[in-house]
């Protein structure tokens, strides 16, 4: 059976009109389509470079945590399904100094010392998984699933360049479109997988350690990262490069980003005011409310940007969907272009997950 890399979505994400940089021939590091990053997590979406707030020895963090359930209803699978229990997605954003001893000997000593950069976790995890045949018969129950990424990156002075980032699961995933039997129908992924970058950005060495069978193990250097005329984001870090774009519904970007798989896939973001539903906008509201992010008023509703993400191919498959808080002030940006929701498809067609905000806790942003 044919073990697929696990992660359900694009990373397991974030107004001019204009999101090209500078000139309009070059980007800042030559490329054509350099994406203009702003720094959209602080009040003050300008500033390119992280504040003391955001580093981590000083306690600055950001903790956002998402409910996450599969909605079967825009499923068409018709021969098996899947069925997952309570879900979390948890982020973890902050600065820090970088340890260079977690780049590989060969690229570790063009590495500078005492570099300050962030650092992103997410954890998405759900309490079982069970895979049912439509033609009948007991399912497959399986306990925790999860999916843990880390990455370090630049600040948007930088592009947000990707240093580090690894991609631990431990999951029963689905496996194919048509399975024969129920037991086809899953593959049980249990691996980590650590892509390191040279400084430069240009090359990148991914190390895939499987813990079930270590013939699956490999590791191979992808070379060329710096030929792409567009900005380069490690999957692990697309939700923050997303927020840092220049969100509004002309947003129209292309990025490269790069997965475990070995691949640098162009991906373009485009913006749309595709809103929340009534429901989900106050729960949100809410939320934001509790972590000083939005302030209620009469007659006042959380304005909010969606972004689509669709893959640069032939077989592009379904789009994945970000909403995020609205930056009605480029001085005063309360809401810290907060992601609130995310909808990913599931794969061959077994429904869409969705991601909806649940909690914020932050000492970063204390007026």
């Known amino acids: 059976m044919k073990k ?5 979505a694009l990373a397991a994400a974030a107004g001019c009109a204009v999101i090209f940089s500078g000139c309009a021939g070059c980007g800042a590091n030559g490329k054509t389509n350099e994406a203009a990053f702003s720094s959209n997590w602080y009040a003050d979406t300008s ?3 992280i504040q003391p707030t955001f580093d981590s020895s000083v306690g600055g963090r950001e903790e956002i945590t998402y409910k996450v359930a599969l909605n079967t209803e825009t499923a068409g699978n018709s021969v098996y399904s899947v069925e997952y229990g309570a879900g979390t997605y948890s982020t973890l954003f902050y600065a820090t100094k970088f340890d260079n001893s977690l780049i590989c000997e060969e690229f570790r000593s063009g590495y500078p010392e005492n570099l300050t950069v962030y650092y992103y976790k997410t954890e998405l995890r759900f309490d079982s998984v069970t895979f049912k045949m439509k ?6 129950v399986f306990g925790e699933q999860s999916i843990v990424t880390e990455c370090y990156f630049t600040d948007v002075s930088d592009h947000l360049r990707p240093l580090y980032a690894t991609i631990d699961t431990d999951n029963y995933a689905p496996a194919d479109f048509q399975p024969n039997s129920l037991e086809n129908s899953y593959n049980h992924v249990s691996q980590k997988v650590t892509t390191f970058y040279n400084f430069a950005g240009s090359v990148a060495k991914t190390v895939i350690e499987d813990r079930l069978d270590s013939a ?7 070379e060329g990262l710096d030929k792409t ?3 380069l984001i490690d999957v692990c870090g697309l939700n923050i490069a997303l927020r840092a774009m220049q969100l509004g519904s002309n947003l129209a970007q292309t990025i490269s980003v790069y997965s475990p ?13 595709l809103a929340l539903s009534d429901e989900e906008r106050t729960a949100a509201e809410s939320v934001l409310e509790s972590a000083k992010l939005y302030v209620s008023g009469e007659g006042k509703t959380l304005s909010t940007v969606c972004v689509s993400a669709m893959l ?6 379904a789009s994945q969907r970000y909403w995020f808080t609205a930056i009605d002030s480029f001085k005063n940006n309360r809401g810290r272009a907060t992601m609130v929701k995310m909808t990913a498809p599931a794969p061959f067609s077994l429904g869409t997950f969705e991601y909806k905000l649940d909690e914020v806790i932050s000492t970063l942003y204390n007026d």
């Open 4 to 8: 697929r890399f696990g992660v359900y």
């Open 47 to 49: 500033f390119p470079y």
């Open 135 to 140: 033609s009948g018969g007991d399912p497959a």
């Open 216 to 222: 699956d193990s490999a590791e191979k250097n992808v």
């Open 229 to 231: 005329n567009n900005s």
């Open 261 to 273: 798989s070995g691949r640098m896939q162009d991906f373009t973001f485009t913006g749309s005011t």
């Open 312 to 317: 640069n191919e032939d077989m592009r498959g």
